[in-house]
């Protein structure tokens, strides 16, 4: 069987023209508002506070985010039938546009309180869901973090703030499988020597000190190890001194202008160190027609999303339905936005009520294990890698944590954190690993 291939080049351009075109494939809503899933609700409505950065530099993403969640509120509200433990109450999103900046991001999140919202699900900017999540427990609003995976802001017991997704120390499970895979490829040039490119901000921060604790386990060094940011114009200096290095793999965490600039200028400069992308930039749908030629080789450790599939019927289903709805297939933004807003209907179901504590409460004791064919939890997780959902309430501890613990992390995310790894070849991504998604067939270019 040939290998599984996914999201061509072909789609990302035709995104490029429907995006240009006003089309559905938009992501990023122009004002901030309530929505439903599509349908009058009426008076049994149960008000879910959607916080994320509809303008501003990570707008895209906040965009695509939105789009699963709502996508998930419409599966809830007209599939399900609403909360039955509620008498069919219909769940309505209240909108506010963090502008991807942490102290516009209090000021949604306050204005969210305010309007008697039962819960608050975001803000995907880690500098944005650090602002936030002391106010989560200072208001006693249940907060679904939604995307922010920095370690610096999970480390005070509470039972309002949870993250359904992994944090970035979780992908050092998944680097130890990958460096012991990239060895076996090239056992007599193994990958020892690496270079950490990463945004200056919270999330690439954080991604530098994961890496300072996880390059001494995999026996490589870090040689070299340069901050970007969304407003540079030039990294040439970078790419020239990691060409002039024996690096043999550059680990890269920035977003999308960054994360472009810096694969083209790789190629311009034809430096021939792999790049192996922890998200950001690389995970847009149009990295490989914003860097064409230059993405050949790129590799994306990235969560399982049914496009690669492996999934059930339901999963591609719904993934179809996803790209028949917004234009463009499920990515991780929309995948980690339907866990959290399922994540949330279970509480409300188990909870009974809107009430901010005793949905607080039903979080705190929230135990979804990933079974497609169970009728009531089976969807929440059948659009993830994960292999379900409890919170971490009593902590863990990790040398990366803020305080050395973190609390109420998702720890039932399986033993390589739901990750698969990917390669540009061709235009096209291909699954590398695991290659059981190849029927065996090793596709790696390394």
Known sequence: MKAKRILSAALAISMLALSGCGGQSDPS?????????????????IKVGALFPLSGASSYYGGVQLDGIEFCVDYINNTLGGISSMDGAKIELVVQDTASDPETGMSAFESL?????????????????????????QYGVPYLITNCTSENFMSTPNKYVYRTNVGSSDLQVFWHVIFQYLNEIRPDNPTDKIAVVYDSGDWGTASLTSWHDLAPQLGCEIVI???????STDLSTVVNKIKASDVDLVILSAFSAASNLFVRQMSDYGCEA?????????????????????????????????????????????????????????????SWGWLAMGTLANALERAGSADREAVADALYTTDIVKDDTNPDTG??????????????????EGSVYSGGVRYNNNDYLGETSGMVLLQVQNGEWVVNYPESYNDGERTIIY
């Open 379 to 396: 969807w929440i997780t059948m659009l993830s890698g994960y292999d379900g959902v409890h919170f971490a309430t009593e902590g863990q």
């Open 113 to 137: 309180v305010e309007q008697d919202v039962c819960a608050i699900i975001g803000p995907y900017n880690s500098t944005v869901g650090a602002a936030t999540a002391p106010l989560a427990i």
């Open 225 to 231: 190890e340069e901050a970007v940011s969304e407003s």
């Open 29 to 45: 809503p122009s004002q901030t508002g309530s929505t439903g899933g599509g349908e009058s609700l009426g008076d049994n409505t």
């Open 274 to 334: 792999y790049i192996a992308s922890e998200g950001g930039g690389v995970g847009d749908i149009e990295f490989i027609a914003n860097c064409g030629d230059a993405a050949e080789g790129v590799f994306y450790a990235a969560p399982w999303l049914p496009m690669y599939g492996g999934g059930c019927e339901e999963a591609e289903a719904l993934n179809a339905q996803f790209e028949e709805t917004y234009g463009y297939e499920m990515t991780m933004e929309p």
